[in-house]
């Protein structure tokens, strides 16, 4: 008889995706059998809200959304990139953790720490017509962590994402190279996560023999991150220009006609007649239309030592690179770590805690700056890196007095660090450099940290451009913030005959202690047209004749928090086996946030 063919069907119940029969809330609940199926691009579980209904891109009509979603980071995440029912993303969507507030008190869009789905039990998310116990909102994405149980159990696992033995590039990529007759092709990136977790019953002879009184379960994940960086395409100063040729030999006429005019023009010649071609300022000018003579005798010592900090070019201007002369490939590994730990306890049937610690560790490389800067910046000499590390803290402790009535405290605590610091101090230090130490505040203002340069925009003009590296946060040549958000709740609950009444408070406080990185060490801006200009942008820089130069006094490093405070009660009635009515008052106060330092004003209505 010839072998028959077996074939089984799962079928996952509609009670893994929990809807709410009982109260008009519009959510959904997905427990661990849907997280662990859903597909995600990168590592972290608030990635679901995605898929949430009412839940749209936020990216001003382009493609897909501005969030990240490949490359996993500390202070990352959706919140701030999506849009829930129409509200505005930034400051309208909490993720919250095992109780505890993720979202950056800095800008209410980022989470201070990451959600991992392998670590991650269930996920809720609300949108509207929820009770009055939620403090925060309108719309609010929920996550509890796993826990141990009476048996062992446990997982190791390895995710790989490698273009050298292939996957798909994205549509919207694909999509591209389609419409534009090209071969499929991917970028070099890789991706890699190795993990595990394992949790269980606590117990030694003569304790906890019955494994029902205490649980432990932990969990970690190595991320290994090298994402695809498309090159940085600029224009920078050629060999001939750093020694006074200005004659262009070699140079396309397009780019010195049309591209980075500003960059190429003939300095003062005749037919010019910029504010800084006057006799007494260029007396080489004038020229007509002979070559322009030799002009390395008028360099600015210090226009040099800003000169020199670009990179030499190192391709030949074209169509294919933008007609531009140098290239760079920025390297932005990041590679971070994740763990979890929790502790469960039951003294007795009445009485529970637990508690649970995240840490989360990550080294940020930023060659061109911190965080967004013009295409034609160059990479800093100083080498920025970012060491940022989150810790989450959370304790419950419930405690039941009878069959009708439970009450519930809960503490959380979530700290997030970003500290900058300079792998080579020496490349910008102005003493090692030998660049002038100067301020127009007088020597007790003065600053180390070379000055930035810009330019015109997009004019040919490299920038110097970074944050004041002396804020003294975290000491010398450090740039950073540190963020905080303690909050304590409390939920007394009572059955009472039909009725599921709810009551409670709630209180915490968000702090956001973040140096602003003001021009301390000054900006030396130069622009075509002005007074001191020869209408060319490089020789203006080597001679230094900028057009504008500021510099602040200081850099304030405020130290803003506010706090929020609410009172709050409901009640679930269900009136008939049909129907449920939903009753519930809060009263929330979101206090005016204020400088704990004082160095920043605050206005104050009750002054006017």
């Not at 109780?99 to 720490?113: F, K, R, S, W, Y």
């Not at 003939?266 to 002979?290: F, H, I, N, Q």
């Not at 700290?415 to 505040?441: C, D, E, H, T, W």
């Not at 080597?542 to 006094?553: S, T």
Request: charged content about 15%.
């Amino acid at each position: 008889r010839s072998g028959s063919e077996a074939t089984a069907v799962t079928v996952v119940s509609g009670a893994d995706a929990e809807i709410a029969t009982d109260n008009a809330e519009i959510s959904a609940t997905l427990n661990n059998e849907l997280i662990d199926s859903a597909t995600l691009t990168g590592r972290n579980a608030a990635e679901l809200i995605k898929i949430m209904p009412g839940v749209t891109f936020n990216n001003a009509g382009n493609a897909g959304s501005g969030f990240n979603s490949q490359t996993t980071g500390t202070n990352n995440g959706p919140a701030g990139s999506f849009s829930s029912n129409g509200a505005q993303p930034y400051g309208s969507t909490a993720v919250i953790l095992d109780g505890a507030n993720l979202i950056d008190p800095g800008n209410a869009g980022t989470q201070v720490a990451n959600i991992n789905q392998d670590m991650t039990d269930s996920v809720k998310y609300l949108s509207a017509s929820y009770g009055a116990e939620y403090a925060k909102g309108p719309a609010i994405l929920q996550a509890f962590s796993k826990s141990g149980g009476q048996k062992f159990h446990g997982e190791a696992y390895l995710y790989a994402r490698n273009t050298g033995i292939g996957y798909a590039n994205d549509w919207y990529n694909k999509s591209q190279q389609i419409s534009q007759n090209k071969p499929n092709s991917l970028t070099p990136q890789s991706f890699y996560y190795v993990g595990g977790n394992i949790g269980g019953p606590i117990f030694f002879p003569h304790f906890n023999k019955n494994k029902d009184k205490l649980f432990f379960w932990g969990g970690y994940e190595k991320m290994i991150q090298h994402p695809y960086n498309a090159a940085k395409q600029m224009n920078v100063p050629t060999a001939d220009q750093r020694n006074g040729d200005f004659n262009n030999t070699g140079v396309p006429a397009n780019v010195v006609s049309t591209i980075y005019p500003q960059a190429y023009e003939l300095p003062c010649a005749t037919v010019k007649t910029a504010g800084g071609c006057g006799s007494p300022d260029s007396p080489w000018g004038g020229y007509g239309s002979g070559p322009v003579p030799n002009l390395k005798s008028y360099f600015d010592p210090t226009g040099v030592i800003l000169t020199n900090l670009n990179p030499a070019p190192n391709e030949t201007p074209n169509q294919s690179n933008g007609w531009n002369n140098y290239s760079f490939s920025p390297n932005t590994p990041q590679n971070r770590w994740e763990g979890t730990g929790k502790v469960t306890y039951a003294f007795n049937d009445n009485n529970k805690v637990w508690g649970s610690y995240t840490y989360q560790s990550e080294t940020d490389s930023h060659p061109l700056a911190i965080w967004w800067a013009p295409d034609w910046t160059i990479p800093y000499p100083g080498q920025p890196v970012g060491k940022e590390t989150a810790n989450v803290y959370l304790i419950n402790f419930t405690h039941v007095f009878n069959a009708t009535t439970t009450n519930e405290f809960v503490f959380s605590y979530a700290k997030f660090v970003n500290n900058n610091s300079l792998s080579n101090y020496n490349a910008i230090s102005r003493a090692k450099l030998g660049f002038p130490a100067m301020s127009v505040f007088g020597s007790s203002k003065m600053n180390d940290q070379i000055p930035n340069s810009t330019g015109g925009w997009n004019s040919g003009l490299t920038e110097i451009n970074e944050y004041d590296f002396n804020s003294g946060i975290y000491g010398k040549g450090t740039f950073g913030k540190t963020s905080k958000a303690p909050a304590i709740s409390d939920t007394f609950t009572k059955i009472v005959s039909s009725h599921s009444v709810k009551a409670g408070f709630y209180w915490d406080a968000q702090e956001n202690l973040q140096a602003n990185g003001s021009d301390t060490n000054g900006n030396f801006d130069f622009e075509t047209g002005g007074d001191s200009s020869t209408n060319n942008l490089t020789l203006d820089r080597l001679m230094g004749r900028p057009q504008n130069y500021d510099e602040q006094n200081t850099d304030v490093v405020p130290d803003i928090i506010w706090h929020q405070w609410s009172l709050w009660a409901q009640d679930s009635w269900k009136a008939t086996r049909k129907l449920t009515l939903n009753l519930g008052l809060r009263a929330d106060h979101v206090g005016q946030w204020y400088d704990k330092i004082g160095g920043t004003q605050v206005w104050d209505p009750s002054t006017y």
